[in-house]
C-alpha cells in the first residue's frame, strides 16, 4: 500500500559526492521515521542515518561528518548527501521509512536497494 522509490545510485570517484532521494507514495497521512541503511558483500545490513520528523539526525560513526541526511515532511521525501567518498561506502543502500496512514495504522516501508559504488 506504502511504496518508496530511490534514486540516486551509481558509480563515483573516492572523494566524490553523491545524492541518494527516496519518495513515498500511497497512503501516508505522516512520516513517523525515517532511515537510510546499507549492506556491502559479506557483510551485516547497517544503519548508517536516521532522522525524526523533527529534525534530529543520527549518523553511525563510519559516515559522522561525511554524510547529511534530510527530509521533507510535505512530499514525503528523504535523501542522504554522502560527501568524501570512499572505497568502504560501497554498499547497497536502501530506504526505510515508518509511517502513519489516514486510518491511524502504522505501517514500515522498504525501498529496492540502489548500488553505491566507490572507486579509489
Known amino acids: 500500500q506504502v511504496q518508496l522509490v530511490e534514486s540516486g545510485g551509481g558509480l563515483v570517484q573516492a572523494g566524490g559526492s553523491l545524492r541518494l532521494s527516496c519518495a513515498a507514495s500511497?497512503?501516508?497521512?505522516?512520516?513517523?521515521?525515517m532511515a537510510w541503511y546499507r549492506q556491502a558483500p559479506g557483510k551485516q545490513r547497517e544503519l548508517v542515518a536516521h532522522?525524526?520528523?523533527?529534525?534530529?539526525?543520527n549518523y553511525a560513526d563510519s559516515v559522522k561528518g561525511r554524510f547529511t541526511i534530510s527530509r521533507d515532511n510535505a512530499k514525503n521525501t528523504v535523501s542522504l548527501e554522502m560527501n568524501r567518498l570512499e572505497a568502504e561506502d560501497t554498499a547497497v543502500y536502501y530506504c526505510?521509512?515508518?509511517?502513519?496512514?489516514?486510518?491511524?495504522?502504522?505501517?514500515?516501508?522498504w525501498g529496492q536497494g540502489t548500488l553505491v559504488t566507490v572507486s579509489s
Open positions: 500511497g497512503s501516508i497521512s505522516r512520516i513517523n521515521a
Open positions: 526505510y521509512l515508518n509511517v502513519l496512514n489516514y486510518r491511524g495504522g502504522n505501517l514500515d516501508a
Open positions: 532522522i525524526t520528523r523533527g529534525g534530529m539526525t
